[in-house]
């Protein structure tokens, strides 16, 4: 076995294999897999192997459609081998109004993967499937280039392919331990001697928190049991010319499939869901299956018989019961591992075979230190501290128990909470607040009202449309506070941190003492990494904010820079808390319980200062999201309910209101306020999204170079801002396909409906050519096709004459 290797990869499954093979097509072949057993031998080997084009994360969808296209052309080409890959199609099946929306919605998103997704009738399903009863179906989707694949042989063919390119395998080999050297460089140890390598991957599937845990890493996976079984052979099945589509149906919350001249049927228990190996993996469990448990089953087999009739008429031959990795949110874990360099993640998929083509990205990212998807839903430190064994457990059984349930725009469940509060928590329970949950973090999402109690599942326009409505006109007339706590929050303090700053900063960091400026860090290859606001504390001392949900990538990707400058980077997520007061009587009502001057001359806008607010010393920031008059409140969150009471005790004669997130993202629409996770996105630049006033490209920084070269030619897309021109209560979520026409020419970000204006919102990546004031387009909603219109400005007070008030 090899000594050193540039990568070492730890695990031989489908995804581990796909690694291999890419990093091989990159050009990377000093590269060794070590598998404790045979490749496929984990959970790879037994699986069912679906590929489907109907997912509902868009950076999924685009994987899985590599990934078709990996299976039944590319290894085809490459080997010489006919494809092996079983093109029959597949019908997804809805029963509901809910699901009705969310497939439409799923239709436009699909013009932008791009993959071929029909909604078709009962009839022409018929057609398709004549063994299938459809008479209930509200609503039919077809996928004809889904299919199976037989997992070992696209995994044997993707290693053989690597091999062939000079990259090594190790089979029968466990790894037993990972160490740091004195170089920077990792020690894998093993059975059969050590490695040192530049980089580690873990892909060990089932293993990998065992193998996670040799670096003292968490990796929130849990092991279920999922149970699918193959009958004998249907004399109805051997006359078919061609083969059944694979159908996924709500009903039965189960996929059925032909299996050979027989069926292979494999439900999702939507209750009575078992984990498996809580306390650890034994290192022996190699091609392991579990006793079957048909009874935990029957209930969802009764409905497949139910829909299916031929099912009840032939015996079961086969029973697979084997372990699935599933993560909190059911997204497979890939990337940087959190404050480790060159350790990455590639483990955690529940459909690993649909995925298989992830390797690709992820052996971008590595050679070339970005992908050309958006990877943040999928980036292995979207998880903190905050999601112990408890909430893995927890969240593995929702998303496994939920795999074929119909899903809102507005999905808001409540597995695995509550794990990050502010101090206003239960507080705002009791006024009615209705939270959502982002990165383990409960956010006041909307308040309810005396006629407004619940809010349905949509992907149209929410029934607490009344409510949100109510709570933007206090913004706009009187004064609201909304909680801004679930934000990130660093200091970043010493010697260099100026210069730190610019190194990562595509603007020039605000000059003077309290001033308040935002930017953007880019990577190497110019993909936008985040954004912060960031507050000249003293010449030594900066004081970021930015969005929560890029809370541990931010602090590694500072962390991960600052080894040669004298900086220290203090995480004050927890410890700070704040509150946004905005609306036209803010400063009124804060000069009530302040004795410092809030007027322009003593604090205009973006500028920030430590003031005593009631008894306590706030830092002050004269910003707002909203887009009037506001005040950030900055504190050490033990001080935030007080400073919260008291303004309720001064400001509710003046109408002051609470006000949550869907109110929040209303007004920044208006305001044409752009958005990390989806205008900020790492595929695309700041000049793509329209920042080129925030980037100041005569200084050396993080993607600079890269910046200069895109200005010097045309821009693929451009980011424009949409305003509707009819009044369908239907909303845009983000990845809604933009025409010109019957021209596809671009995809939505994000949308909401503003208050103040009274029209429906978007912003839309689009081609540069049609990025013209005025210029008429259409969007493709849940609810149809929506007219709209650009703007190139702010949709309410453009020249921002509310904001310096």
């Not at 192997?49 to 590319?74: P, Q, W």
């Not at 997992?151 to 990259?167: C, E, F, R």
């Not at 050679?367 to 893995?392: I, P």
Request: hydrophobic letters at 35%; a negative charge; proline letters at 3%.
């Amino acid at each position: 076995m090899k000594s050193s290797a540039r990568v070492v990869i730890i695990g031989g499954g489908s995804l581990g294999v796909s690694l291999f093979y890419h990093l091989a097509e990159e050009g990377w072949n000093d590269v060794i897999l070590i598998e404790k057993g045979e490749l496929t031998s984990g959970s790879t080997w037994h699986a069912a192997g679906l590929c489907s084009n109907f997912i509902g994360n868009m950076t999924v969808a685009k994987i899985h459609n590599y990934s078709i296209r990996l299976y039944d052309e590319i290894l085809p080409s490459q080997s010489g081998n006919p494809s092996v890959f079983h093109k029959c199609g597949s019908l997804r099946v809805g029963y509901s109004r809910i699901e009705e929306e969310w497939f439409r919605h799923l239709l436009s998103r699909s013009k932008n993967v791009p993959c071929e997704f029909n909604i078709i009738s009962r009839d022409e399903a018929r057609d398709l499937h004549p063994f299938m009863n459809f008479e209930n179906a509200r609503i039919i989707v077809n996928t004809p280039n889904d299919g199976h694949v037989d997992p070992s042989s696209v995994v044997m063919t993707m290693s053989q392919i690597a091999t062939s390119k000079g990259a090594k395998i190790s089979r029968f080999n466990r790894v037993e331990d990972i160490k740091k050297t004195q170089g920077g460089e990792w020690e894998v140890i093993t059975e059969k001697g050590s490695i040192i390598a530049e980089h580690v991957v873990n892909a060990a599937g089932c293993f990998a928190p065992e193998v996670g845990a040799m670096i003292n890493a968490k990796i929130p996976i849990t092991n279920l049991e999922h149970q699918y079984l193959i009958t004998e052979d249907h004399p109805e099945l051997k006359s078919l010319k061609t083969e059944l589509p694979v159908v996924r149906d709500s009903y039965c919350s189960s996929y059925l499939r032909q299996e050979g001249q027989g069926l292979l049927i494999g439900p999702y228990e939507t209750f009575g869901a078992k984990p498996w190996a809580l306390d650890g993996m034994d290192w022996d469990f190699d091609r392991g299956l579990f006793p079957d448990d048909l009874e935990r089953l029957m209930p969802f087999l009764d409905r497949c018989m139910e829909r299916m009739p031929i099912f009840s008429e032939v015996g079961i031959k086969t029973v697979i019961n084997g372990a699935i990795t599933h993560t909190p949110d059911d997204n497979v874990l890939v990337g940087p591992q959190f404050g480790h360099q060159n350790f990455w993640n590639l483990c955690g998929s529940s459909i690993g075979i649909a995925q298989g083509g992830i390797g690709k990205y992820l052996a971008q990212w590595m050679v070339h230190g970005q992908t050309e998807l958006n990877m943040a839903s999928l980036d292995s430190r979207r998880f903190g501290d905050w999601a112990d064994k408890e909430y893995c457990v927890t969240k593995a059984i929702e998303s496994y128990e939920i795999m074929y349930t119909e899903v809102g725009a507005n999905e808001n469940r409540h597995h695995g909470r509550v794990r990050r509060v502010s101090p206003l928590y239960s507080l705002l329970n009791e006024k009615g607040a209705i939270h959502n949950v982002v990165a383990g973090f409960e956010k006041p999402l909307w308040f309810k009202t005396e006629t407004i109690q619940s809010e349905e599942l949509t992907w149209t326009r929410t029934n607490a449309h009344h409510a949100i409505a109510d709570e933007c006109k206090s913004v706009q007339n009187d004064v609201g506070v909304i909680d801004i706590s679930g934000s990130s929050k660093f200091m970043v303090s010493g010697k260099d941190a100026n210069k730190f700053l610019n190194f990562l900063s595509c603007n020039k960091l605000p000059q003077k003492i309290g001033a308040i400026g935002l930017t953007l860090f880019h990577s190497h290859r110019g993909g936008i990494m985040t954004e912060q606001s960031i507050t000249k504390i003293n010449d030594d001392t900066y004081y970021l904010v930015g969005p929560i949900l890029s809370e541990n990538r931010d602090l590694d990707w500072m962390q991960s820079h600052a080894k040669h400058f004298k900086v220290k980077i203090e995480n004050q997520t927890e410890t700070t808390s704040s509150l946004l007061v905005t609306g036209p009587k803010s400063r009124e009502l804060l000069q009530k319980i302040m004795k410092d001057d809030l007027s322009n001359s003593s604090l205009p806008w973006l500028r920030s200062k430590k003031m005593l607010v009631d008894s306590a010393q706030v830092r002050v920031m004269r910003v707002s999201y909203a887009g009037e008059l506001g005040f950030e409140l900055h504190m050490p969150s033990y001080q935030l309910l007080s400073i919260y009471q008291s303004l309720f005790r001064v400001g509710k004669e003046m109408g002051l209101r609470d006000f949550g997130g869907y109110a929040f993202n209303s007004l920044r629409m208006e305001k044409m306020y752009r958005a990390w996770g989806s205008e900020f996105t790492e595929e695309i630049s700041g000049l793509e999204a329209g920042m080129e006033k925030f980037i100041n490209i005569n200084r050396e920084f993080i993607g600079s170079d890269n910046l200069k070269k895109r200005m010097k030619k045309d821009l693929d897309v451009v980011l424009v801002y949409l305003v509707f021109d009819d009044d369908i209560q239907s909303e845009c979520y983000g990845n809604e396909a933009v025409f010109y026409g019957d021209d596809l020419i671009g995809l939505t970000t994000s949308g909401a409906y503003g208050f103040r204006i009274k029209k429906s919102l978007a912003f839309a990546y689009i081609k540069p050519a049609f990025a013209n004031q005025g210029q008429k387009l259409k969007v493709l909603t849940a609810s149809g096709m929506r007219l709209c219109h650009i703007e190139i400005s702010a949709a309410y007070d453009p020249e921002n004459e509310k904001l310096r008030a």
